[in-house]
């Protein structure tokens, strides 16, 4: 049962991440903000900027 329980907190856990949702949680704390409308544009605006700022090569 614990084996299923530990499979089921990692499979989770990937899911928060891919959704943006662990990001997002780790963007608030880092500045001390709470969540709001404002505030994950702002993150989405930043991680859509980091993203396609970089070059990409062949």
């Known amino acids: 049962m614990s084996r ?3 499979l089921w907190k990692i499979l989770v ?6 959704g943006d949702e662990t990001p997002y949680a780790r963007h608030l ?6 969540h709001c409308g404002e505030e994950w544009r ?3 605006d ?3 900027r ?6 990409k090569c062949c």
């Open 42 to 44: 702002r993150f989405s």
């Open 46 to 48: 930043e991680r859509l």
């Open 13 to 18: 856990g990937i899911l928060r991440e891919i």
């Open 29 to 34: 704390a880092r500045r001390h903000r709470a």
């Open 50 to 55: 980091a993203k396609y700022s970089r070059a």
């Open 4 to 6: 299923i329980r530990s």
